[in-house]
């Protein structure tokens, strides 16, 4: 199983960015979503979504991040919006798979707000 992200950037604050993360292999899913970790932090949970769409966002990301999926494409998606310095991380897309039991990652990419 292997996840590919794409969609991040540089942006000012009060941007909007979209994060994307496919799936690509035999997987069923237990559940997705973003972690990020900024310079000198801990990886933090953002957002997850469970298998039959169900979100949860971090408190400071509410209101302005949105997590959608497309099942049928092995896709999920981060919607950013009102982007904040504080938010400037590597984004990393996580995915549970049912089949293996494991958590996959993504490679990671970097989201800079100035």
């Known amino acids: 199983v292997q996840l590919v992200e794409s969609g991040g950037g540089s942006v000012q604050a009060g941007g909007s960015l979209k994060l994307s993360c496919v799936v690509i292999?035999?997987?069923?899913?237990?559940?997705m979503g973003w972690y990020r970790q900024a310079p000198g932090k801990e990886r933090e949970l953002v957002s997850s979504?469970?298998?039959?769409?169900?979100?949860s966002l971090v408190d400071s990301v509410k209101g302005r991040f949105t997590i959608s999926q497309d099942n049928a494409k092995k896709t999920v998606i981060l919607q950013m919006n009102s982007l904040e310095i504080e938010d400037t991380a590597v984004y990393y897309c996580?995915?549970?798979?049912?089949?293996?039991?494991?958590?996959?990652w993504g490679q990671g990419t970097q989201v800079t707000v100035s």
């Open positions: 292999g035999e997987f069923k899913s237990c559940g």
């Open positions: 996580a995915a549970a798979d049912c089949y293996s039991g494991l958590m996959n």
């Open positions: 979504i469970t298998p039959d769409g169900t979100p």
